[in-house]
């Protein structure tokens, strides 16, 4: 029977309590154990696909078509276990459930109440899916205090009772913040969230403290003393030099040992953390460095592209060299007064992103154009790749009205809206004018590649498999004219009818992608695309 480690964060948001489960995860993987990672969020969407990117930052894509919390892809990227739609609930999810149930009459003659029938939805969801597994982390997303998290709260309370001893532990995340003008490191913040924890019901087993100075052993003690932990099951948490240091950092201060005793399990031996070691050494010690520029639309909050972020660097994990990233907002390069040239002629790659809308399309273009004819290193992913075919179309098929009709009406839709695709569950059929929540292309579809391509030799195989998530489509009634402006179809979907892959043959590197494979990029396991874009990079850096 699996064991649960729930774990919930007090104080302030932001505290790393993902970053803190990933570790966890990765760390309990590295002693043999099989772990599955789950996400509660108490928000009322039913999942973040229709949020804003600055309010909520980037939307995870499982492999099954699930649009998740961010911290799904900390998961993934640590212990390499693919996240399913069963591993992230959102109250909106869980109340779309139980009202579903009621109107149909499966509760017909009580009461809905958010005990026991919220609370038991909850459980339920905590439960799946748990059969051959070790340890089961539940991580339970805001803060201790918030009104929006008491039911799952009071889920995890009664589950704690109903797992039964030995089965389940409880991990908090707390601040102890450090008060410059003091000169002292204060533990009552702590305190006080642990208390609040502890008046509804569930008491802590392990803390872990984040703070920006050393813990000394006394601030331990004292913590330990007020908050009913033993002293060593207080762990301090330091900001890292790199989120992929986080697991070997959390080891040394004990983390992996006291959870494990907290189940009543002796350690034994040491975890096996060469993986990390591997990958912190290339991080530290690169062989060269290159500058890619990111032109995109929410460069504003670096959130927004994180699995973007992780996979350059993983590209740069798998060459040795530093990666910096320069995130350009697209719509500078919409103004008259702009120099494109001057901004992008220092880079060593270009790569755009994807997004929805118009903003910023134009400066996209742009930027493309300028990749395509400087011969810079070019990587354009989802919108990246539509627009990629829109710059073709118009500056060198002729085709001088080319749009997308994400834009509105256009007499040459280059980008069109995908109303049908086939799936593994058979033919999908979405209405222009229908719901926008779920109803993108979702998940992991297959592709095929020319066997004489780019890409097919970057991934070292001509079937492939990559997570989507997009609305509109190029339009394969036009491939007769970009081919022949030499922007070609390497990639398709088996049917042959939803292009997948673009390249230019007659160019450094130039690659465009309808999925996202920064969702499958690993810190161990470096996408093959980011790998190969990232050399190009190298390349070009050696020229300038």
């Known amino acids: 029977m699996a064991r649960f480690i729930f774990i919930t964060g007090g104080v302030v948001s932001s505290l790393g309590k993902g970053l803190m489960a990933a570790s966890l995860g990765a760390l ?25 990117p600055y309010q909520h930052g980037e939307v995870y894509v499982t492999d099954d078509g699930a649009e998740t919390d961010l911290d799904l892809g900390h998961y993934e990227r640590f212990t390499g276990v693919a996240s399913r739609q069963s591993d992230n609930v959102t109250s909106g999810r869980i109340y779309q459930t139980i009202i579903t149930r009621e109107r149909r009459g499966d509760y017909l003659g009580a009461t809905v109440q958010v005990i026991p029938h919220v609370t038991d939805a909850i459980k339920a969801f905590a439960l799946a899916e748990t059969q051959d597994l070790d340890f089961v982390l539940c991580e339970i ?20 009772n109903d797992l039964g001893r030995g089965q389940s532990i409880s991990i908090h995340v707390t601040l102890v913040p450090f008060i410059a003008a003091a000169g002292e490191l204060k533990t009552k913040p702590t305190q006080h969230s642990v208390r609040e924890l502890a008046s509804l019901g569930v008491q802590p087993d392990v803390l872990v403290c984040r703070c920006e100075q050393p813990l000394p052993a006394s601030e ?5 003393l007020f908050c009913n932990v033993p002293k060593e099951a207080v762990i301090p948490a330091l900001d890292a030099r790199s989120i992929y240091d986080v697991p070997a950092q959390y080891h040394a201060e004990g983390l992996d040992d006291e959870v494990l005793r907290a189940f009543g399990i002796a350690p034994s031996g040491q975890p096996d953390m060469q993986r990390w070691t591997d990958i912190m050494d290339r991080l530290a010690n690169p062989e060269g460095e290159v500058t890619v520029g990111v032109v995109g639309k929410y460069v504003g909050l670096p959130d927004a592209y ?12 798998a060459n040795r060299v530093k990666v910096n990233i320069q995130w350009i907002d697209a719509e500078l390069f919409e103004q008259p007064d702009s120099d494109i040239a001057a901004r992008l002629e220092p880079l060593h790659a270009i790569l755009v992103p994807g997004a929805f809308g118009e903003r910023g399309a134009q400066g996209k273009i742009a930027s493309i154009r ?3 004819e400087r011969r810079v290193p070019y990587f354009g992913i989802c919108f990246g790749m539509q627009m990629a075919c829109v710059e ?22 280059i980008v069109g809206l995908i109303t049908e695709w086939m799936s593994a569950e058979g033919l999908q059929q979405r209405e222009a004018d229908g719901d926008l929540g ?15 391509s780019h890409v097919a030799s970057i991934y070292g195989e001509t079937s492939i ?22 922007l070609v179809f390497t990639g398709l979907s088996p049917d042959g009818r939803l292009p997948e892959i673009v390249e230019r043959p007659d160019h450094p590197w130039f690659v465009g992608v309808q999925f996202h494979p920064e969702l499958k990029s690993k810190p161990f396991a470096p996408h093959p695309l980011f790998a190969s874009f990232i050399e190009a990079a190298l390349k070009q850096s050696r020229l300038v």
């Open 28 to 52: 309990l993987q590295a002693r043999g154990y099989r772990v599955r990672i789950r996400k509660f969020d108490p928000y009322l969407n039913v999942d973040p696909g229709t949020m804003s």
């Open 141 to 160: 997303g805001g803060t201790v205090g918030d009104i929006e998290s008491l039911p799952f709260i009071e889920a995890i309370r009664q589950l704690r």
């Open 220 to 224: 331990r003690a004292k913590i330990a």
């Open 306 to 317: 994180k699995s973007l972020n992780e996979a350059l660097v993983h590209g740069g994990i």
């Open 370 to 372: 300028f990749a395509r």
């Open 392 to 413: 073709a179309a118009r500056n060198l098929a002729g085709i001088a009205d080319a749009s997308s009709t994400e834009f509105g009406p256009t007499a040459e839709p």
């Open 438 to 452: 779920g109803t993108m292309r979702l998940g992991a579809y297959p592709a095929t590649l020319a066997g004489n």
């Open 465 to 486: 498999s990559e997570r989507h998530r997009h609305r509109y489509e190029v339009n394969i009634g036009y491939r007769d004219q970009l081919e022949a402006s030499g």
